[in-house]
């Protein structure tokens, strides 16, 4: 079985030329050529296309050529195939250039042009920014002024933007304006890879195209919602970008509320484009911003220290390359929020992540209430937790349910017997590396997976007052958890607060 997209699309992209800006960085040699290289083999890319890459490195058609197919040979998730892969090396071209210049965008848009004619495609022109976000602003603009952005009415253009969109609301604002300036709201796509990943649509399919969950799927049967995104990494060699966002800029801000939406949201009148949307941005809002007291209660930072990851010893996050060794920057961070709605009122959610932490899983726990009898006794049913759903995002893709069941034998034995399913098990999985969907998605138009402006103001809404008083606070305990832990003490009271406790992370196998 190949994967589909969610949105149940079968047939290939528009034609199309896409032109990755940031072409010799790393997000484009680890994961958009494998994911087009991907698409290509599952029949999904159009057959008529062709890619520019556009870098401030000097580089020519012939020499971008053989540098991709090197890295196709190292980056691949799938074999590759020589004539498919021939027929995408040829269709590839480069151009280099300083963003800052015009001539840069004058020389870009010949050389769209030229590629046109050479393979006869129509004017579409997926742009995709795989840069530096001080950089965002800038390209769009350029893009705009040599009026490569204009649509027609059969054709059309639009920009893939990475993340972060924006360092804190009001640049996000800025940068909005100066963006929409140029192209309008429906040609922005603003990607966020996690919203790629299978576990994380499945939770839509989960939810709505099952009838058993959704009528127990509000607060009088769920007691609490947990959201953990943990890594082992350290920051490796971003220090520089990540000493001055930290993980709440580079995890919550994006991926983790955009996961809590789709967990916490009402049904859509429909799956594709602004339905979803809609009902994502819903549920931010009635996250209410924190007042700094609340800061305080309700939020936990860390940073970690030296320790051991893999029984090998790693430095502390202020000895990294490129962080300043007196960094107050969080590495880690635990909240409670609450969704003020009448699904969720006083239902805590708590999210956490971090990086150098115990394990490297993503899950999302969504815990029951007790039963309302203690029909096996107060003792037998203190021994077994109530039911509890676990979402592994990853790694070992999967859903399991926890549910009781008496133990075989004489007397009254209950125990927690988990119901399994696993992706590994379920028909021909294609390794893929998360962007196969959403660039699959931009060709074709549907926005549903990607963030609309309100979403990621909202989102900055949440975040902003948290960062505010860290900012105004300085930690006086950095660093505060070793690595390999699960983050500081603190953050296990911010649970136990309110009678709960961080769900104990086994990896399923
Ligand atoms: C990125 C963050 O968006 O997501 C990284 O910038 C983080 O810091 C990464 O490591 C995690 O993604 P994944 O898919 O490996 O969970």
Redesign the pocket.
């Known amino acids: 079985m190949a994967t589909k997209p969610l949105t149940g699309h079968d047939t290939p992209g528009d034609s199309c030329t896409i032109v990755i800006f940031g072409a010799s960085g790393d997000l484009t040699k680890r994961k958009l050529l494998p994911a087009l290289y991907n698409l290509k083999a599952l029949k999904l890319l159009p057959e008529n296309f062709a890619v520019i890459g556009v870098a401030v490195t000097d580089s020519n058609d012939e020499m971008f050529r053989s540098q991709i197919t090197s890295d196709i040979k190292q980056f691949a998730t799938r074999p590759v195939d020589q004539a498919e892969w021939d027929d995408f090396a040829k269709r590839s071209y480069y151009i280099s250039g300083d963003f800052n210049s015009p001539d840069t965008f004058a020389h870009l848009g010949a050389k769209i042009e030229d590629v046109r004619k050479t393979w006869n495609l129509p004017g579409n022109v997926l742009f995709y920014l795989a840069i530096s976000p001080s950089f965002f602003g800038k390209v769009v603009e350029q893009l705009g002024n040599a009026g490569l952005t204009k649509e027609t009415p059969d054709t059309w253009r639009r920009i893939i933007i990475e993340?972060p969109f924006g360092h804190d609301l009001q640049s996000a604002r800025d940068l909005n304006t100066q963006i929409t300036s140029h192209v309008q709201e429906s040609q922005i796509y603003r990607i966020d890879?996690?919203l790629g990943?299978e576990t994380v649509q499945n939770i839509m399919v989960f939810r709505f195209g099952n009838s058993v969950f959704e009528p127990i799927w509000n607060r009088r049967y769920i007691d609490y919602v947990q959201i953990t995104?943990a890594?082992q990494?350290g920051v490796e060699l971003?220090g520089g970008y990540?000493d001055h966002s930290g993980v709440t800029r580079?995890?919550v801000q994006?991926?983790i509320l955009s996961v809590l939406s789709l967990v916490a949201m009402e049904p859509p009148a429909s799956i594709s484009g602004d339905s979803v949307r809609n009902e994502k941005v819903k549920v931010l809002e009635a996250i209410r911003p924190m007042e700094p007291e609340e800061v305080l209660a309700n939020t936990v930072r860390g940073q970690y220290g030296a320790g051991l990851i893999g029984g090998k010893n790693v430095p502390a996050y202020r000895s990294e390359p490129d962080v300043n060794p007196a960094s107050n920057t969080e590495t880690f961070v635990a909240m409670k929020l609450n969704v003020e709605n009448w699904r969720w009122a006083d239902v805590p959610f708590f999210i956490r992540s971090g990086?150098r932490l115990a394990a490297h899983t993503?899950q999302i726990v969504i815990g029951f209430k007790r039963t309302p009898l203690l029909l096996f006794g107060k003792e037998v049913q203190d021994d077994f937790m109530p039911n509890r759903l676990v979402i592994h995002v990853?790694p070992d893709e999967g859903i399991t349910m926890d549910i009781h069941a008496k133990r075989p034998g004489p007397g009254i034995s209950i125990a927690n017997v988990p119901l399994d399913f696993s992706y590994n098990e379920f028909g021909e999985s294609t390794a893929a590396t998360?962007y196969e969907t959403l660039l699959y998605d931009c060709m074709i138009g549907d926005m549903t997976l990607f963030h609309r402006y309100d979403s990621v103001d909202a989102s900055w809404r949440i975040v902003n007052p948290i960062l505010d008083v860290w900012q105004a606070l300085h930690p006086r305990d950095f660093p505060n958890y070793a690595s390999g832990t699960w983050g500081p003490e603190a953050s296990d009271r911010l649970v136990a607060k309110t009678g709960h406790a961080w769900h104990h992370y086994e990896l399923k196998k």
């Open positions: 993340k890879h996690y990943k995104v890594e990494l971003r990540y580079d995890m994006n991926h990086k993503t990853q998360g």
